[in-house]
């Protein structure tokens, strides 16, 4: 039997580059206040926003020049925490083509690659869809 995405009340669909805009910010803020309502998210990077799940980002940022002693988390680490916190209410996937041609196929184990054939699948499972970003 083929496997479905389950049904989300919101898709967020993250498009473009991750770290020319406030895209990261927005979608970790929007997506935090949404689970904190109760809903069930699923997010679909595409494009560069494959990045923010990378393996190759590791647990945090480069060292702050103004504050050298503080570490601060990587998108990856954030994201997989979200993730582990919010386990059956929290989904995220990256478009396997965008993926496979940033280099960035070594995703976090919690995040799932799916072909973008697959896209209309989750949309259709979803109450509500917003892209964010530009493609």
């Known amino acids: 039997m083929a496997w479905s995405p389950p049904p989300t009340d919101v898709l967020l669909q993250l498009l473009g580059a991750p770290h020319q805009t406030e895209l990261v910010s927005s979608a970790l803020r929007l997506t935090t206040a949404l689970l904190g309502k ?30 050298w002693d503080r570490e601060y988390p990587s998108a990856t680490r954030i994201v997989r925490e979200l993730l582990t916190d919010h386990p059956d209410r929290l989904y995220w996937y990256v478009c396997a083509f965008c993926a496979e041609e940033r280099g960035t196929a070594d995703q976090i184990p919690q995040v799932r690659r799916r072909p973008m054939f697959k896209y209309a699948e989750h949309v259709a499972v979803a109450g509500k869809c917003l892209s964010l970003g530009v493609h």
């Open 38 to 67: 109760g809903a069930r998210v699923q997010v679909w990077a595409c494009g560069d926003a494959t990045r923010l799940t990378w393996m190759g980002l590791g647990e945090t940022k480069p060292r702050n020049y103004g504050d």
